[in-house]
């Protein structure tokens, strides 16, 4: 009988780790789970921004290219 009692605190020992191990493991998971989420939402609010700057960089190229067309004219008309 010490033997078996040995053996079965040896194997609870080991099973409790093992299930310490597991519950520090999901608790990660948990967590990593909670920073994904959050950084989803960061990254959303992040693409709105870029997708409203490069409208605006659009409208700013189209401009610059009318004043550079609008530019050149007038040289041309001063040249000629």
């Known amino acids: 009988m010490k ?3 040995q053996i079965l605190t040896v194997k609870r020992k080991e099973v409790n780790n ?3 191990k ?5 608790s990660k998971l948990d967590e990593a789970k909670v ?3 959050k950084m989803s ?8 921004e870029v997708s409203k700057q490069q409208k605006v960089c ?5 401009n610059i290219a009318k004043e550079r067309k609008n ?3 007038q040289q041309i008309h001063i040249e000629a």
């Open 35 to 37: 920073q994904v989420e």
């Open 71 to 73: 530019a050149d004219e």
């Open 18 to 20: 093992q299930r310490t």
């Open 58 to 62: 659009e409208d700013l190229m189209i």
């Open 22 to 26: 597991l519950r520090n493991g999901l």
């Open 41 to 48: 939402a960061e990254s959303e609010i992040k693409r709105a």
């Open 3 to 5: 033997g078996y009692d």
